[in-house]
Structure formats: C-alpha cells, structure tokens
C-alpha cells in the first residue's frame, strides 16, 4: 500500500506542472485523496465488508466530488487531474499510468448484473466531460477527446473523438515518421490527423509524406546508377535541423 502511494505522488509531479511540493500533492489535490480513499474501501469491498466501503466511497464523493465506487479495480500509478464531477462505476477496470481529467464517466448502459462498466488498459487518457458507457474495452495508449461519448471499444494507440466518438488517428509508421522529419524541421506536426479541418496542417502533414517518398526515390536511382557505372557528382546534404529554418 505505502508503494502505491508513493507511485500515486509521483504520478502527480509527472503530469501536473502545477504541483509544486510534496505538502501541495498530500493536503489539496482531491484526485489523490479520492485514489486514496478508494484504495482502502476497495480493500474492505473485495474482503466482503461492503456496508464501511460504501459509507468510505460516500464520504470521499462529499469532499472531493469525485465518485469511485468501491468495486471499482484501478491500476497503478492513477491520476485524475482536477477531478470534480468525475464517476467510475462498480465494474470498471483501469490499468497503470491512465489519466482521467474533470468530469469523465465511466459509467453503464445496462442495469443487469455481471460486467457492465468500460475497461481501461495502460496508458489510457480521458478528456474533460467524456463519457465511456458499457462494458466495452479501450486499448493501450488511446486518446478520449474531451466531451467524447464512447460506445464501442478503442484499439490501441487511437484517438476518438465526437458523439458518438469515432476514431481520427490511429499510430502508426507514417505519422512516427512524420513527427520525426518534422521536429527536425523545427515544428510540430500540429499532432493532426487526415481529415483535421485545418488546411495548412492537412497540407504540411501531405508535404512531409511526399518528401520521404522522393527521398527514397532519389536514394534507389543513385544505387542504380552507381551500380551501371555512371558516377554522379556527390554533394553532401545538409542535416536540417543545421538548415536556416529555425532563425529568425
């Protein structure tokens, strides 16, 4: 339990710039009193003393405005930013290392019994006001975008967004080389997707795929060429983070 806690503080400092001591984390962030809280009714719920677990889960909903309730299972390394208006329902399972911010359910579409709240696997983050119904799974990684409604499972690595949410952006090698070409270049890809609304993003994003293509073009006619015989002149290329670009 003390390593959990201490994970859970650490987790705090990792994702929160505004902490700004260790008194900060302990005494004013009602994410990790409720964490807290639930840790120890989760403890007395699955020892079957339910009546205290529920009465602990109704006391840390009054003093932080964040609802868990004590059948809830959560991973390690939890943290719910701000927190008010948060509700995780009996059956949710979250892994290690998710983040929930302001407002987020995890609540159920069904009132029978058995499994009936999401799952949330490793890495998870969950946009203010987004709401995740029924007993369906989030993969690894994924995004939820703020005031989301989810209603069927996530792949991994996604990020989904609207009502109902649908997927805008899946990880994959493209945009992994993407991103690289252009932190050389000195910007952010804009973190956009495809069908982004924004024009210049959707044409930069489109611009640094074409100049991979070209330069592995260019890379197998030299090979050719130099495997004919046919030397070409040999002109070094400047790394572009060493470009112009980034001054003034």
């Not at 339910?50 to 390394?77: C, D, M, N, Q, Y």
């Not at 696997?121 to 969950?126: A, E, L, M």
């Not at 060429?225 to 070094?236: H, M």
Request: charged content about 20%; overall charge negative; proline content about 5%.
């Amino acid at each position: 339990m003390i390593d959990l806690l201490k994970e859970d503080i650490a987790s705090v400092f990792a994702r929160d710039p505004a902490a700004q001591s260790l008194l900060d984390v302990i005494f004013v962030y009602p994410g990790f009193h409720a964490i807290v809280m639930h840790r120890v009714s989760h403890k007395l719920w699955i020892n079957g003393i339910k009546f205290p677990a529920r009465l602990l889960a109704h006391f840390s909903r009054w003093i932080t405005g964040i609802e868990i309730h004590p059948g809830a299972v959560l991973g390690r390394r939890f943290f719910i930013d701000h927190g008010m208006g948060v509700v995780i329902g009996e059956t949710t399972i979250i892994g290690d290392d998710c983040t929930l911010y302001h407002g987020v359910t995890l609540g159920g579409t069904s009132s029978s019994e058995g499994k009936r709240h999401p799952t949330l696997n490793n890495g998870v983050v969950v946009g203010a006001g987004a709401k995740i119904l029924g007993p369906i799974e989030i993969g690894d990684d994924a995004r939820i975008g703020s005031n989301s409604v989810v209603l069927k499972p996530v792949s991994a690595g996604s990020t989904v967004v609207g009502i109902p949410g649908h997927v805008v952006s899946v990880k994959d090698n493209k945009i992994t080389d993407r991103k690289k070409i252009a932190n050389k270049m000195g910007f952010d890809a804009y973190g956009t997707t495809a069908d982004s609304p924004d024009p210049v993003a959707y044409a930069i994003n489109h611009m640094l795929d074409h100049i991979q293509v070209m330069d592995r073009q260019i890379e197998s006619m030299k090979k050719v060429l130099a495997e004919s015989g046919i030397q070409c002149k040999i002109e070094d290329i400047p790394e572009l983070n060493d470009c112009e670009l980034d001054k003034p």
